[in-house]
């Protein structure tokens, strides 16, 4: 019986699987009468498992949706402009969120390398080979980075509040770019606004508004509604409540649990048909074609120089570096090694963009977004997996035709309420040296359209803040402290 008290404390929080217990939680039955390796492969098991349990099956799913106003965009864009193979990106990103949700036990995004589907949708003569040179590329260059250390070393020396700027940047980045989609009329093929958006009509600012509004009453401005309802449940005074006053309550409890994110793109699904009824018959079943792409010398060189050394910068410090300090901001107890993101970034474009899948990577937005909504879990992002896999089986590249037609104002909402939630993250910078740093960093980022330039004037502002104060009796090492 002693053996089974391991047990005990997992049941009083369900809502975070703890990894680090997974071993205790184990029977000894399974593995005494078994070799080693059969004891490893059990724990091994039971914690992927774990990590894709569910905290709640509606918080999860709701969170799933809060990474798709940077996702649909961007894959839309490079499918309607660049002959990106649709079927193909859904079935290996699908894969991606499995394979990330089980590893990793929270809502690890995949999203698009932004600084490559940038230069891809507005440059000419970047088609889907050279997309596709890049991504191998960068990945091929995260995969080594993570192996050999260097990540780990990489995010020890970066001060936390240029951390906090690229994060801040990212976020305001998002919500502009939101603002844009609410606002205007957008053409993805061509990557530009074709006019103001009309108040009315199935893509219309009402719709928008209404949606914004709607997120804001069910999910408020984050955790503190779910706190207060604690409170009020907890005070013990249920026997006191007039009937009129339970069920005010009880109707707050309901509307604050709606998945919010998730009724709006059904709502968006719904709208994208109604708009126009006819895309049902272009509508072709069965998965795209799956082949090995063919990349020639000159593709190589113009994926290096035009795509890789651009997103490079920027997926060192939003896919990993931020990505891991966000992760320990949102799940305390949860930290996740810079080697361990680097070499799944780096796997993930390695193998999938030689068969024409998207180039991916995980982003501090996407995991932002996806806390925002509910995704507490890693079958938050197995959901989304699983929806990404059976639609890029079923529908393959017809699913283009669809999503052209979804709602863009809907999808600016969600990107909306990403990026605040990734721009919150910075709130933590308390001295004025800090705040000076991480704006210095955030305005540069944003102004000059680059995360590597801004990355640079931060790290040059901390040193110089650094000497600035610095005295003889500290040593050296010291200017590289995160504080600054």
């Known amino acids: 019986m002693e053996s089974q008290d391991p047990q005990i404390p997992q049941k009083k929080d369900p809502q975070i699987p703890q990894p680090h217990n997974h071993a205790l939680q184990t029977p000894p039955t399974e593995t005494s009468h078994h070799s080693p390796l059969f004891g490893c492969a059990a724990n091994f098991a039971y914690k992927m498992k774990a990590n894709l349990s569910f905290r709640s099956k509606w918080a999860d799913l709701n969170g799933a949706m809060g990474d798709l106003g940077t996702y649909i965009p961007i894959v839309l864009a490079l499918t309607l402009a660049d002959g990106l193979n649709l079927g193909t990106t859904l079935i290996f990103t699908g894969v991606y969120n499995i394979i990330t949700g089980a590893i990793y036990g929270v809502p690890m995004p995949v999203q698009p390398m932004k600084a490559i589907a940038a230069v891809a949708i507005s440059g000419t003569g970047f088609g889907v080979p050279e997309i596709m040179a890049a991504g191998i590329i960068t990945g ?11 990540m780990q070393l990489v995010y020890k020396i970066i001060p936390l509040s240029v951390v906090r700027g690229i994060q801040l940047a990212q976020g305001l980045s998002f919500a502009l770019t939101a603002v844009k989609y609410v606002r205007t009329v957008q053409n993805f093929s061509k990557s530009k606004s074709m006019g103001n958006r009309p108040w009315l ?13 709607f997120i804001v009453i069910v999910n408020g401005a984050g955790e503190e509604m779910e706190h207060t309802d604690e409170r009020e449940t907890t005070n013990g005074h249920d026997e006191e409540e007039s009937p009129n006053t339970r069920k005010r309550r009880n109707l707050r409890n309901f509307i604050f649990s709606l998945p919010s994110a998730f009724l709006i793109f059904l709502l968006g699904v719904v709208l994208a048909f109604i708009r126009n009824p006819k895309v049902v018959n272009d509508i072709k079943f069965g998965p795209s074609s799956i082949e090995v792409l063919k990349i020639s010398k000159h593709e190589w060189k113009e994926g290096f120089i035009k795509g890789a050394i651009p997103q490079l910068p920027l997926s060192i410090l939003n896919s990993v570096v931020a990505v891991c300090k966000l992760s320990s901001d949102l799940f305390p107890g949860r930290d996740f090694s810079p080697t361990s993101l680097s070499v799944t970034v780096g796997l993930m474009n390695v193998i999938g963009c030689w068969f024409g899948a998207m180039p991916s990577c995980h982003g501090a937005g996407g995991l932002a977004g996806q806390y925002k909504f509910g995704g507490r879990s890693g079958g938050c992002v197995a959901i989304l997996g699983t929806a990404k896999l059976i639609l890029g089986l079923v529908l393959g590249n017809s699913l283009a035709k669809i999503l052209n037609q979804f709602p863009v104002g809907v999808l600016g909402v969600l990107l909306l309420f990403a990026g605040i939630e990734l721009a919150m993250a910075s709130r933590d910078m308390n001295t004025k040296e800090e705040s000076f740093v991480m ?19 931060g790290i040059v502002a901390h040193l110089l803040l650094r000497l600035r104060s610095f005295s003889k009796d500290q040593p050296r090492s010291t200017i590289w402290m995160r504080a600054p």
Request: hydrophobic share 60%; with cysteine; aromatic share 4%.
């Open 201 to 213: 009509g199935l893509d219309g600012l009402v719709l928008a508004i209404v949606c914004a509004c």
């Open 140 to 150: 091929g260059v995260l995969f080594v980075l993570g192996v050999t250390g260097l």
């Open 439 to 457: 704006l210095t960093c955030t305005a540069v980022s944003l102004v000059g359209s680059s995360a590597a330039l801004g990355f640079v004037c």
